[in-house]
Nanobody, 115 residues
């Protein structure tokens, strides 16, 4: 199983970014995908989850209405569209999948929201 995140960067408050998570090594369309983030000095926190078919999504309260999780099962990729970014969204963002009771993480992509 391999997960590779991309799309992070430096953005001003109120700006947008779209993160991607390219997956391989498992049948992507069979598994829910999640995004997590970890700010400096803080624990990693769950951000959003999408079901395997993409029909259902869940979000942590702080990102509801601003972030959208989606997936492209034809291309084995999950996305996190982040709008109206705030300085408190600054963190390393990770995608995660659990396959046969084992959790797999990508290497992370840094998002910095600052003027």
């Amino acid at each position: 199983v391999q997960l590779v995140e991309s799309g992070g960067g430096l953005v001003q408050p109120g700006g947008s970014l779209r993160l991607s998570c390219a997956a391989s090594g498992f049948t992507f369309s069979n598994y829910p995908m999640s995004w997590y983030r970890q700010a400096p000095g803080k624990e990693r926190e769950w951000v959003a989850t999408i079901t395997n078919g993409g029909g259902n999504t869940l979000y942590t309260t702080s990102v509801k209405g601003r972030f959208t999780i989606s997936r492209d099962n034809a291309n084995d990729t999950a996305y996190l569209q982040m709008n109206s970014l705030k300085p408190e969204d600054t963190a390393a963002y990770y995608c995660k999948v659990s396959v046969r009771s084992a959790a797999y993480w990508g290497q992370g992509t840094q998002v910095t929201v600052s003027s």
